[in-house]
């Protein structure tokens, strides 16, 4: 039988914490589910970081995780979609975008287009 951790996950906005039991072969977001735990998700299959976290201790295994880059996996991201526990955890919910803005936001921040025109006092 698979070994089990023990999770606990804050939900940032609901100011909630939740605390589960993951065997080290589920993906943590089902098995928060299935313990009643209402967490952020859309894709579920990795690509769309609505699940990211913060990892505030322990470790995760997130092979299909490909919506996310290696160096905010480095940073201690993850996505509980497709994270499999490897010891016990504690993660907190991300801000909203936040994953999503590191990640892209350097590119589409650059040459900011500004629409409309300067207004200028008399
Ligand atoms: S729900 Fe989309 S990456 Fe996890």
Redesign the pocket.
Known sequence: MACTHTVTIYHRDLHQTYTVEVPEDRYI?QAAENQGASLP????????????VRILEGEVDQPE?M?LSPDLRRQGYA????SYPRSDLRVETQDEDEVYELQFGRYFGKGKVRFGLPIEDD
């Open positions: 977001l998700f859309s894709c579920r299959n990795g690509a769309c970081t609505t699940c990211a995780a919506g996505l509980l979609c497709v």
